[in-house]
Structure formats: structure tokens, C-alpha cells
């Protein structure tokens, strides 16, 4: 699969398990991104990474952290989380960060029990 | 910061007809305001953008327009298909470096034929 990839597609945990969502573009950009999307707060902007550095933060719970470890990959570790994060966890990528055209991967659908 | 307002949050209309959805703006900064859709269950596709040097763009059936002094952009898609309905994302890019896209909460469009 070209582009953006994102896995796993479908992640159910509970409140105390420690999982990790896993991103990766194959676009050569030097910007990526972390989205949650959920019927109420459609596409809400979480982390934005440039060139490996976070530059935006969006006041998201430290109950999230993310990780870019090199330009083409991305992570989102998840810790005690809760039933309200259960949502769909988009990642995208672009050129830079200072606009222009985000290309988004599949997504991660989690749920919390 | 930036903040995007999107209406209507739901569109009906007929095979044929004309579909409008509007989009306003706080950051007179912004300079790029791209139109994303986003099929069920599929991720969201970049379908057409434009930035603050021009007033109107077009791609076949749709086509977006811009309004600087007002700070309000629309989507504008002519003789819609079924195959249109989908959920539309506006979203605009704040000038500053560090800042991604800012989406609007999205309108979902019902083609029915």
C-alpha cells in the first residue's frame, strides 16, 4: 500500500491496557499529523510534527503521547484511556507544515470498554 | 487563533441540482483553504483548493470561491450525482509557520436520485 498507512484498523482496549497506534507515509513529507475524529468534534487536530520536532499541541490529555521518530513515521501510544476517546484515529502528512494539500491515512478505529 | 465556521451541517438535495456549502473564517492571515470529502468509511480526499491570490477556482462539476474582505470561501458542485454524497470538510491554514489546517465541522450531502 502506497501513500499514507496506518495500523492497526481496528483496536478495542480497556481503561488500564498501554496500546500503540503505528502511521507511515511513503510520500517523502516532512510533516505529519495525528487526528481524532468522533461524531461530536469532527476531525479535531491533536499533534503536528515537523521534521521530527512536535510543533503543536493541541491542550490533548497526557494520557496521549506521541512519537516521530524519523520524518516517515509516526506514533500514538495510549494509556488509561477513556470510553470517550473511543473515536477514529486519523493520520495525515504533508509537504510542511505551513499549509498546503494533507494526505490522510485509513485511520484506526478505537474503542474503550 | 483560527477558527472555521461551516454551513449547512446537512445538505439534501435531487439528482442534478446544485449543492452550496459556505464556510467563514476568523484569520484574515489564512492563505490556503482547501475542500476535503470524506466517503463512509473511506478517508478524507483533498477534491479541490484555493489560495488568498485567487478569487475563484474550478475542476469540472465543482468549483470553489473566495471572499477575502468577507472572509467566507464555498463549495459549489453542479449537477450533483449520487456518487456525491459524502461528508465535505472545509479547512484553513493560518499563516504563521507551526499551524496546521483548521477544519470546519463538515456537511454531510444526501444525492438522491
Known amino acids: 500500500e502506497t501513500g499514507v498507512t496506518q495500523t492497526p484498523r481496528h483496536l478495542v482496549m480497556g481503561m488500564t491496557n498501554k496500546k500503540s497506534l503505528k502511521c507511515e507515509q511513503h510520500l517523502g513529507h516532512n510533516a505529519m499529523y495525528w487526528y481524532k475524529q468522533s461524531a461530536k468534534k469532527p476531525l479535531e487536530l491533536m499533534f503536528v510534527?515537523?521534521?521530527?520536532?512536535?510543533?503543536e499541541n493541541n491542550s490533548v490529555p497526557s494520557r496521549f503521547s506521541p512519537e516521530c521518530p524519523n520524518s516517515s513515521h509516526l506514533f500514538l501510544h495510549l494509556h488509561t484511556l477513556q470510553p470517550e476517546d473511543s473515536a477514529l484515529y486519523l493520520c495525515a502528512s504533508s509537504q510542511s507544515e505551513s499549509g498546503g494539500e494533507q494526505y490522510f491515512g485509513p485511520g484506526t478505529r478505537l474503542t474503550v470498554t | 487563533g483560527e477558527n472555521v465556521e461551516q454551513h449547512p451541517s446537512t445538505l439534501s438535495v435531487q439528482e442534478g441540482d446544485s449543492a452550496v456549502i459556505k464556510c467563514t473564517y476568523s484569520?484574515?492571515?489564512?492563505?490556503?483553504f482547501p475542500w476535503y470529502k470524506q466517503e463512509l468509511g473511506k478517508r478524507p480526499q483533498l477534491i479541490i483548493d484555493?489560495?488568498?491570490?485567487?478569487g475563484e477556482k474550478k475542476d469540472q462539476r465543482i468549483a470553489v470561491t473566495l471572499n477575502k474582505t468577507a472572509k467566507h470561501f464555498s463549495l459549489h458542485i453542479t449537477e450533483t450525482q449520487p456518487e456525491d454524497s459524502a461528508v465535505y470538510f472545509c479547512?484553513?491554514?493560518?499563516?504563521?509557520?507551526?499551524?496546521?489546517?483548521?477544519f470546519g465541522k463538515g456537511t454531510t450531502l444526501s444525492v438522491s436520485s
Open positions: 479547512a484553513a491554514s493560518p499563516q504563521e509557520a507551526g499551524t496546521a489546517l483548521i
Open positions: 484555493i489560495r488568498s491570490n485567487v
Open positions: 510534527y515537523s521534521l521530527e520536532e512536535r510543533v
Open positions: 484569520d484574515s492571515a489564512s492563505n490556503y
